[in-house]
């Protein structure tokens, strides 16, 4: 809600997520155990640009917005998942 109150620039681009990282391995076995289901992967060489590790910067919504995540990812997806499936969607 509180981008929707930001008095800054019309458009702006604002990162938003939980500051710690995650490996791909670890967020698709999070979302395997939220479905019930097993992915089938395709792992393919690394490729050239590739980041071995990344982490969302949210300083610049924490500053402008206050945004101060309370929910980690592995509590938030699987509450995600229950309502996805629930919604029909």
């Known amino acids: 809600m509180a981008a929707f109150e930001y008095e800054g620039l019309l458009f702006d681009v604002f990162n938003l997520g939980e500051s710690e990282t995650i490996q791909l391995k670890d967020l698709i076995a999070m979302i395997e155990n939220a479905l019930g289901k097993q992915a089938k992967i395709n792992e393919l060489p690394e490729q050239p640009g590739d980041m071995p590790r990344t982490c969302a910067d949210i300083s610049k919504a924490r ?3 206050g945004y101060n995540p309370t929910t980690r990812l ?3 997806l699987p509450r995600f998942v229950d309502w996805f499936l629930r919604s029909g969607k």
């Open 63 to 65: 500053k402008l917005l």
């Open 74 to 76: 592995s509590d938030g």
